[in-house]
């Protein structure tokens, strides 16, 4: 079977599935019998190009960046400039879609979920240019950080609520978004940000990030004449990965590798590297859990990345080999940072930055008419205090 005939039965292989009290299965039902038939309907593919083009500014540039390619040495480097998308993140081209889907379905209210903040921003916009009202949970932990986006968030008149329990990050507000939905599925839709939860969210999610992948294989065939050699991209949860590999699933002469937050000697979020298969949030795939099951506590510098879990299919791909996973660390992730700033003049945020210094790495051992594509998922205006804080 190939991988881009997956899930199969709402799984990836033995990941995923719907792992979710009873009282969500009708709203999952709902959801993807929406899905199903709105995929389908050029009305609403059309309706959604619009948005994605004229509000969203798809598509985003391919970027042959010529001074990290010198810098790094070896293969010629593109990056796939997702930062200038509307709300500075890829965060946009699931919001946007699952926005719409939800108000094809009826539905008045949006609630997500969000780490660094990005996700936030994009569902506040969605919500703003649609007309829906937004709530937004987020830990305590990240609303101290990521306070520039704290901030548009609430401009763009979405309520966020503060999470204080457990470790006040992305996971627990995930937990308090679920509980919030399973007492309001009749009026509400859960927008979940990244390819996690159960099915069929990281279909619905892979799916709508797909643009990505989509793009850098037409835009490099119109620069290059062919596919790219080796895709890089960060991964938290694994939305903006899964979105540029997904469409290369098939190409097996194109490498696939992600890169996961290393963090530092007091811990990381590398699920894929490190983490034992277990159920989280609705799915099973590989986790960060202790020998009872318990989900231990993450780190990364990068709240987007400070998860203790990632996207069933991503476990898939490490299963059978399509693609590698490795760690990039605090210190390597701001060094790229610093490094992309001095030599394209681009400020990234601290998520890509880990797959940038992934990138240039891997480039440096290939061969100079080989081409390597970064996925620079976010800009980084929301992370220069962290960065400042650090440097100084």
Not at 43 to 65: C, H, I, K, V
Not at 239 to 261: H, I, W
Not at 348 to 366: C, F, K, R, W
């Amino acid at each position: 079977m190939k991988l881009s005939q997956y899930p199969k039965s709402g799984k990836f292989g033995t990941f995923g599935g719907r792992y979710v009290p009873e009282i969500l299965y009708p709203a999952l039902e709902e959801l993807e019998r929406a899905y199903e038939e709105y995929k389908a309907n050029g009305d609403f593919e059309e309706e959604l190009r619009t948005y994605n083009r004229d509000y969203g500014g798809r598509p985003s540039p391919l970027y042959y960046a010529e001074r990290l390619t010198e810098a790094a040495g070896g293969a010629r480097i593109y990056l796939k400039r997702e930062d200038l998308i509307h709300g500075g993140a890829h965060k946009f081209n699931n919001v946007m879609g699952q926005a719409l889907l939800a108000k094809k379905m009826g539905k008045s209210r949006l609630i997500c979920e969000t780490g660094a903040g990005q996700h936030g921003v994009a569902t506040s916009l969605a919500g703003a240019v649609l007309g829906l009202d937004t709530e937004v949970y987020m830990g305590k932990i990240d609303v101290e950080r990521q306070k520039p986006n704290v901030f548009r968030m609430e401009l763009l008149g979405a309520e966020v609520h503060t999470v204080k329990a457990g470790s006040k990050t992305l996971k627990d507000a995930i937990n308090e978004a679920l509980r919030d939905w399973s007492g309001n599925v009749n009026d509400t839709h859960y927008l979940i940000g990244s390819v996690v939860g159960p099915h069929p969210y990281p279909m619905i999610v892979r799916d709508f990030q797909s643009v990505i992948g989509n793009e850098i294989k037409n835009q490099l065939e119109k620069k290059e004449g062919n596919l790219p050699d080796h895709l890089v991209a960060c991964v938290g949860g694994g939305s903006n990965a899964m979105g540029t590999f997904y469409p290369f699933a098939d190409d097996d002469e194109v490498k696939l590798t992600g890169v996961e937050a290393g963090g530092n000697d007091t811990g990381n979020a590398a699920s894929l590297s490190e983490g034992t298969e277990g159920v989280l949030h609705g799915a099973r795939s590989y986790l960060l859990q202790d020998d009872g099951g318990q989900i231990t506590e993450t780190h990364s510098i990068s709240a987007g990345l400070d998860y203790p879990g990632v996207g069933p299919e991503h476990a898939l791909y490490k299963e059978v080999d399509r693609a590698n996973y490795i760690q990039a660390s605090d210190e390597e992730a701001l060094a790229a940072f610093k490094s992309l700033a001095r030599v394209e003049g681009i400020i990234p945020a601290l998520e890509p930055a880990h797959a940038v210094h992934a990138g240039m790495d891997i480039a440096s051992t290939m061969k100079p008419e080989e081409i390597l594509v970064i996925t620079l998922s976010g800009r980084g205006d929301k992370d220069l205090d962290t960065v400042r804080e650090r440097l100084t």
